[in-house]
């Protein structure tokens, strides 16, 4: 099998094509970045790897008539791009030349997010939703199979919900509970206790985009950082307080579980981050609008990253850790109960991997393998709680296990 990874020089990317190299499955890697210019970080990134798998691609994925003949060359594609525009352009391109694709993006293609749309060109004369179905119905007429926001969340939020409204009779509520957050003892040495660990700027765009959640059986839109909640997280050998927010995430949901009455994804942070957001947002730092400066224009959320990126790095020796807590409620047998999945991961100090880098890019490279290898056929758009079910829900766990990722699993009667 041979794997095309795009987006290899990033964060995510890297992890993919470091965990594709070491399957016995795969004999070739590629890896491409984002433009022609990325060749030095990319052979920083073979070196790394350290495999005779990985070939390397400096093209421009703008470039369709290089990246289309590209991908004729390889089985599967798997996509860790930065932003909408580069996704869609290399999801629409993997259609047309009819290669089967995972990507991590946290959007749903088949109704994109109609807020901030970070340059996605849209054909003439379409709505967001209709060139997102578009792309579906193009997929399903080629016969492929793109399967969508497959990574931590959306990816493992989904698959996890998704298993625990099909063990219900009726299924009335999923409210996913995730985020990455620094390792304790480092969060108190960094602002707002937090640690960048991917792309920044999409983080700082979740905490200000209106949000889509389902509410009394409706879709309503609800505003980022909504619905502030303190939990204890008790499970796994761990007693920590934490707090979690709305933020975007799981948009395939509100499609593919039109049943739930309840449905929204709430992005866990330590104590005191939220506030300190909350005032940010008050003061405009988080406006992506640019506004007049001295005889210049600028943007208040470029500047904030650009001011506060270097003081949210991990220092030498600090790692992240990420937290996962869902819960599904329904009717089971004429009984109300719930089903609750834990996730508490850290980072690989061995291999130099993040814990984002393990939940995010480890769920996408299985994915990407299960798809290369056929055991996933549906074609079109298809979200991750609809690849991954039955006994490829089995077999992907295992293959978590594989990577020391634990998932537990508790029912209980209401």
């Known amino acids: 099998m041979k794997v095309l990874v795009f987006g290899g020089s990033g964060k995510m990317g890297s992890v993919v094509a470091w965990d594709l190299a070491k399957n016995y499955q795969v004999e070739e890697v590629g890896i491409v970045g984002i433009t022609g210019r990325q060749e030095n970080t990319l052979k920083k990134i073979k070196k790394w790897i350290n495999s005779n798998k990985i070939v390397l691609h400096a093209i421009d994925v703008n470039n369709r008539q290089e990246t289309m003949k590209l991908m004729e060359k390889y089985d599967v ?11 869609y352009k290399v999801v629409d391109m993997a259609i047309d030349t009819g290669l089967n694709t995972v990507d991590i993006l946290e959007e ?96 700082l765009r979740e905490y200000m985009v209106k949000v889509d959640v389902v509410k009394d059986g409706k879709i309503v839109e609800a505003k980022a950082m909504d619905d502030l909640e303190e939990f204890r997280f008790n499970q796994l050998g761990r007693d920590e307080e934490l707090t979690c927010a709305i933020t ?25 981050h939220w506030e300190g957001v909350k005032m940010l947002k008050e003061c405009g730092m988080l406006e992506s609008t640019p506004v007049n400066f001295k005889n210049m224009k600028i943007s208040p959320r470029e500047f904030l990253s650009f001011v506060i990126t270097p003081r949210l790095k991990p220092l ?35 291999n130099g991997i993040s814990a984002m880098g393990r939940v995010t890019a480890f769920p996408e490279a299985i994915a990407t393998v299960m798809l290369g290898k056929g055991e996933i056929t549906k074609k079109g758009i298809v979200a991750p709680e609809d690849a991954i079910e039955g006994k490829i829900y089995e077999k992907y766990f295992e293959e978590l296990k594989r990577r020391k990722i634990n998932i537990l699993e508790v029912s209980k009667k209401m």
Not at 77 to 87: F, T, Y
Not at 176 to 200: N, Q, S, V
Not at 338 to 346: A, L, N, Q
């Open 77 to 87: 594609g798997a996509i860790a791009l930065p932003n909408r525009k580069c996704s």
């Open 108 to 203: 749903y293609h088949r109704k994109p997010d109609k807020y901030e749309v970070e340059g996605l060109e849209i054909p003439s004369g379409m709505t967001l939703n209709e060139y997102g179905e578009s792309l579906h119905q193009k997929a399903v007429k080629n016969g492929v199979t793109f399967i969508d926001g497959m990574g931590f969340a959306p990816g493992l939020t989904n698959i996890t919900l998704g298993e625990g409204i099909r063990k219900m009779d009726q299924a009335d509520s999923a409210i996913a509970r995730c985020g990455g957050i620094p390792a304790k003892e480092f969060a108190y040495k960094h602002p707002l206790k937090y640690m960048i660990t991917w792309t920044f700027e999409h983080v």
């Open 248 to 272: 975007p995430g799981m948009p395939s949901f509100l499609y593919t579980r039109p049943q739930l009455k309840e449905c929204t994804e709430k992005t866990i942070r330590w104590p005191g």
């Open 316 to 350: 030498e020796g600090e790692t992240d850790v990420c937290v996962m807590w869902n819960t599904v409620t329904g009717v089971k047998n004429g009984q109300k109960i719930r089903i609750d999945y834990y996730m508490w991961e850290g980072a690989d100090l061995e």
